[in-house]
């Protein structure tokens, strides 16, 4: 089994990330749907840390995977907690609206940075999106951050440090001196811890003996039917409060020995419309788009009655691919989607329960 997981990942990584690396000149499909560096809320310039090279972030999780170093999160993964709360503590789950109001983006629930080249100019030689954990900090702070604008900030900036990685970490804590994740990300040194957190994230998450078998299915479309039960299992989570946390892959093939989608992306999930035709959108927060651009513009992943799922803003005229750059081939949910679902009931039913706490615990809905 070990063995099989390594030839995996290595003919994975060979035929995609190395190989973006090694051509930077490879076009973007997201690119028509970066909002420009003109539009970035922050104010001032810092001076940057050392850049860090994309592909010794690769390396290492390559390597920690080969060595099975994920093997044992693989196996909780697999047995985690959430059938368990699903099944004997369903109305736990009503924990997870306190704060459901923040899922319809909008300008105070955002970050002031987005899923682009820009952002990471000068810490990263990015060839290929940090989504994967972009969107992974982006529901932690939506979910588990409580802002008290009344409490003063601290005076050492740095200090926030330990509260960005609180929340990195699956921890509801409070954050003095902010009213809201738009000013809170506003300062150009939390803006720049965010983003080293985003990086950390990402590398954690997006190379893990869980997400290998997810990968190898990139290139295979989907049938409807389990369109349609995907559909349903996204609406039960949200009804239940939760934003889920799903990944989807291009039409788009990468050259290699193994078939496998040249692009994949991570976006959440908050809001699911059943067409008339027979057809459903799935409405997604997407971390390439600042929170105002989403509120104004929504995107969707559009499941047509006939299978194809289409997403416009991957749509790239003028490119060798650009029938295949709107076709979606897969959707599915992050292999860790729901075992960070049940730590954050579990975390914010202990951080409530205390009575200090009791004045940021209650349901906006």
């Known amino acids: 089994m070990k063995l099989m997981v390594m030839i995996l990942v290595s003919l994975f990584f060979k035929a995609q990330a190395f190989a973006q690396l090694k051509d930077p ?7 028509s749907a970066h909002d ?4 970035d809320p922050s104010k001032e310039n810092l001076e940057l840390p050392a850049a860090i090279p994309q592909k010794n972030y690769v390396a290492v999780g390559v390597g920690r995977l080969l060595m099975g170093g994920e093997l044992k999160e693989w196996g909780q993964e697999t047995a985690n ?37 820009y952002e990471f100019k000068g810490i990263s030689d990015k060839k290929f999106g940090y989504c994967w954990g972009f969107a992974t900090l982006l529901r932690n702070f939506l979910t588990l951050a ?48 965010l983003k080293i957190h985003v990086m950390k994230l990402w590398e954690k998450l997006s190379i893990r003996t869980s997400s290998v078998g997810l990968y190898l299915k990139t290139a295979k479309q989907m049938d409807f039917s389990d369109e349609l039960a995907l559909v349903k299992v996204l609406e039960e989570k949200l009804s239940r409060g ?19 989608s040249k692009y994949i992306h991570a976006v959440l999930v908050n809001g699911i419309v059943r067409l008339k035709n027979g057809g459903v959108r799935i409405q997604v927060w997407d971390v390439d788009f600042y929170a105002e651009t989403l509120a104004k513009s929504p995107k969707y992943l559009e499941i047509n009655p006939d299978g194809t799922i289409i997403y416009e803003p991957w749509f790239q005229a003028g490119t060798p691919f650009e029938s295949d750059s709107r076709f979606v081939t897969r959707i599915s949910l992050t ?6 679902t049940a730590k ?22």
């Open 25 to 31: 000149s490879l076009p973007d499909l997201r690119a």
């Open 81 to 117: 907690r959430y059938p368990h709360l699903l099944k004997k503590h369903a109305d736990w789950f009503e924990v997870l609206k306190i704060h459901q109001d923040r899922y319809q983006p909008q300008a105070v629930n955002g970050p002031t940075l987005v899923n682009n080249s």
């Open 335 to 340: 292999p860790e989607n729901d075992r960070e």
């Open 146 to 193: 409580f802002y008290d604008s009344t409490l003063p900030p601290f005076k050492n900036i740095t200090d926030y440090e330990a509260i960005i990685s609180n929340i990195e970490n699956e921890k509801p804590t409070v954050i003095p001196g902010f009213a809201n994740l738009r000013e809170f990300s506003l300062v150009p040194e939390i803006e720049l811890m």
């Open 344 to 365: 954050h009931i579990i975390q914010l039913r202990k951080f409530c329960g205390q009575e200090e706490n009791t004045v940021f615990c209650k349901s906006t809905q």
């Open 242 to 260: 939760e934003m889920p946390k799903i990944i989807f892959s291009s039409k788009v093939a990468a050259s290699g020995l193994v078939k496998l």
């Open 36 to 39: 420009t560096i003109e539009n």
